[in-house]
C-alpha cells in the first residue's frame, strides 16, 4: 500500500503566486531605484502593490512606477501581472 505522504510530495514546493511577484518586484525596484526593501514591507491585493516604507522611498517607486510595472511585466511574460503601486 502507497503512503499518502508519497502522493502529496509534488505540492511540497508550491509556493502562493504573490510570493513569488514580491520577490520579483522588489528585485525590480532594487535595479531601478537602487533601494533595497523587504517582502514583508509589499503588500499584493488584486493586482495592486502596496509599500510599506518611509515617504521619500514611497515618492522614488512612484516616479518610476511604469518603469517597475514594466520590467515586472517582462519578468512573467504578461504586462497585466501588477497595475498599480501605493
Do not use: W
Not at 508550491?14 to 511577484?21: K, N, R, S, V
Amino acid at each position: 500500500m502507497k503512503v499518502l505522504k508519497n502522493f502529496l510530495t509534488r505540492y511540497t514546493y508550491l509556493q502562493a503566486p504573490d510570493t513569488i511577484t514580491k520577490e520579483v518586484f522588489v528585485r525590480v525596484v532594487e535595479e531601478v531605484v537602487e533601494v533595497s526593501l523587504n517582502t514583508k514591507q509589499v503588500s499584493i491585493h488584486k493586482k495592486v502593490v502596496r509599500v510599506n516604507a518611509p515617504s521619500p522611498v514611497k515618492n522614488e517607486i512612484r516616479l518610476n512606477q511604469t518603469e517597475i510595472l514594466q520590467k515586472v511585466g517582462e519578468e512573467f511574460g504578461n504586462d497585466d501581472v501588477l497595475t498599480a503601486i501605493f
